[in-house]
């Protein structure tokens, strides 16, 4: 996974078919899709999301976690284009 580590930064992204992986450092995001075909390309797609899965819960089970974690900070801003 070209040093994907999940947790450890906020910057690194990851491409499994059209499936967006955004690493954070109190999160990992997926969004998009990836279709996990009968083929030997969605064979490798499916190893690739399951190492990483599996590695998403392995460092969370090596981490004391929170109940749930607080809300972001946000803040208004005035809008620029008014």
């Given at each position: 996974?070209?040093?994907?580590?999940?947790?450890?930064?906020?910057s690194d992204v990851?491409?499994?078919?059209?499936?967006?992986?955004?690493n954070r450092v109190?999160?990992?995001?997926?969004?998009?899709?990836?279709?996990?075909?009968?083929?030997?390309?969605?064979?490798?797609?499916?190893?690739?999301?399951?190492?990483?899965?599996?590695?998403?819960?392995?460092?969370?089970?090596?981490?004391?976690?929170?109940?749930?974690?607080?809300?972001?900070?946000?803040?208004?801003?005035?809008?620029?284009?008014?």
């Amino acid at each position: 996974m070209s040093g994907f580590v999940p947790y450890a930064n906020a910057s690194d992204v990851l491409n499994i078919g059209r499936l967006t992986i955004e690493n954070r450092v109190d999160r990992v995001t997926l969004s998009g899709d990836v279709d996990l075909t009968a083929d030997q390309a969605g064979l490798a797609d499916a190893r690739l999301l399951h190492q990483l899965l599996g590695e998403i819960v392995a460092r969370l089970e090596a981490t004391e976690l929170p109940a749930r974690l607080p809300a972001p900070a946000t803040r208004t801003v005035a809008n620029p284009f008014e």
